[in-house]
Structure formats: structure tokens, C-alpha cells
């Protein structure tokens, strides 16, 4: 099997392009060669860049499936299917379930309702990367239909997560000590482990299924995250919530209350199909070691630990 990896060298690139292999495939990725570490020498690097609409890479070669994970607008879809026409096989997106409407209850599958599309936006935005993945996906059904499949992960980590997110929560309950938590302890997470997402997308390719699935992990909560990291830390953690207005917006996996049935979403679809569940304690465990493996650099985002002694001081 031939696949070709729009993004290959990115996070949840990375690790389909060595599930990919790990399955016997041979594998192509196309990117501007600018994210992540070397991929492995038997990956075939395309090089070019979907902003200035450069494709020349993809004008020859046939593939049985492409995975799309750079495709964040209409025209970066659009220009790539205008290129690969009928030598990409199975088209397989990877959209997000930022594509859901929001506030949605508890339990809900790839059937609730979606956002308005919006075709184009300069900036991704809370707002905008949401409702263009819904038009990205459109365009991507119209196109192939039956040859369409649409992958939406939930908040995904794993080794090779750089985004810090997840890490900041993980370094945090591994450093031990009172926490200050701008949220309830309750607070669920459906965090997936990026080797999940990347076996489902393989499998899905192997059995040439259609139709959208949520990539979605098990369910557990912010507490459990912090203190799954402290015991496999060996230390404690004594877990302070202090206000949400605290700390600054769009602070690390924070969400208001009203959109936590975004956290209990429906998997059963994807699992049904030999999507795996990595369970937590072996994410966090790996993530760990990842981060020690690359020396721990400083993190843009979350309190510093001064930042945070001021907090838990007041409360
Ligand atoms: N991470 C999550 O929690 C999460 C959750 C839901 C959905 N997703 C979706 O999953 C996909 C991958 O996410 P990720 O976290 O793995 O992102 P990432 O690490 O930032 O990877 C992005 C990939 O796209 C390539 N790329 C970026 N700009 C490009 C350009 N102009 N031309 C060609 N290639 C370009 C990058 O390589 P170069 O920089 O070398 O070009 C890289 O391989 C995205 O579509 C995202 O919406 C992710």
C-alpha cells in the first residue's frame, strides 16, 4: 500500500507515517520541511508549500490513500485535489471536532450538528478554524464521496507534542505540590493519544471505509491528568481550584462549564472500527519521557512558578 502524508512531518503526521510503516506501507510525506525531527529515511519527502500554492511535488505518483493534515482552508483542499485528481486513491481529512456546534450535550456522535462553513479566513481563529474544517470537509466529500473519509480528533498528545497544552498540565502534576486550577477538579478530558488517531487513520485506509469518525480518547478529568503525572513521578499533589478569571483566556485545556459535553463525546464509531485506547497513565508516562528525552525546554504558555505561588497565596 502507498500513502501519501500531507504533513507527515508533524505531530499527528509523524505518528502515521510510523503506523503506516510499522503496517508494511510505503510512505510519501509533502510539507515545506520546516516542522519536526528527520523523518525515517525510507519516507519519500516531497517538498513544497500549500500558502504560496506550490504542488509541483505532487505532479507525478500514484497513491492508494492521501492523508490530509495541512489542509485548514477551502483553497489548500481544493488546490491539492485539483493537483492529485484520481492518482490519490482514498482521500482521508483530518478535521477536528472544533467542526461541532458548540455547547452540544454529553454524548453525541458524528451526527450532531456542525458549524455554518466558512470557505475562507485569513487568520484561524477560535472562531474561524472550526467552521473553514466544515467547508474543508464539504469540498473533500463533494470531490471523492464514497472515496472521502473525515477523521475529527478531539485535543490530541502523545510524544512529539510540542504544542504544550497538555504538557504544561503533565510537567505540572510531575513537579508536585499545591496546584492552582482554574477550573473544578472534575473537569473532563477526552484527551487522545496521537497513536490512536494514527492507527485509526491506517486501519480506516486498509478497509476503505468512508464517512467521518471522532477521534476521541478515554474519559478522565483534569484532577486525574495532574495527578496521574505525580504518581508516576513519585510525589503529590494537592490540587487548589482558584478562579477562572485568574489566570489569563485561552489558558491550557480550560474551557467555561457550558462547553464541557464537548469532553464526553461519542468514540463508539471509530472504536467500533479498531480504533485503540491507549489508556492515560501510558500517554502521560511516554510524554514524560519524551519531554526528558528533548531536555525540557521552557514552555510559552501556563504560570510560571512564581506566577503560580502568587495565585495560591491570595486563596
Ligand atoms: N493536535 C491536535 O490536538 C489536533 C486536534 C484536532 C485536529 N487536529 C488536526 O490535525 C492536523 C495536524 O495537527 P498537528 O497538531 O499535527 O499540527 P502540526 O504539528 O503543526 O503539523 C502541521 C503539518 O503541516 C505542515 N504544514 C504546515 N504549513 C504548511 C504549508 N504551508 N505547506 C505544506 N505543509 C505545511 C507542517 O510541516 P512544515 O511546517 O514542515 O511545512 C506539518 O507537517 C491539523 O489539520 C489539525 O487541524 C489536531
Redesign the pocket.
Known sequence: MQILV????????RAIVEDALAHGAEVAS???????SPLPAEVTELV????TGDYDALRTGEWDAVVD????RTRDVDQAMDVLGDRGGRYVF?S??AVYVRDLPAGTDENAPRREPMRDAEVLTNDTYGPC?VACEDDVLERYGDRATIVR????TGPGDS?GTALYWIRRGARGGRVALPTKPEAPLQLIDSRDVARLVVQLITDERAGAFNAIGPDSTIAELIEVAADLSHTTVDIVPIPLDAVPPRFPLMDPEAEWGERRRSPAKARAVGMPVTPLRTTVADVLQWDLDRGTPELSLGLTPEQEAQLLAQQ
Open positions: 500531507l504533513g507527515g512531518n508533524g505531530f499527528v503526521g509533502f510539507s515545506r520541511g520546516k516542522s519536526g513544497g508549500d500549500r500558502e493534515l495541512s489542509g485548514f483530518v477536528s471536532h474544517k480528533p478531539g485535543r490530541v504544542s
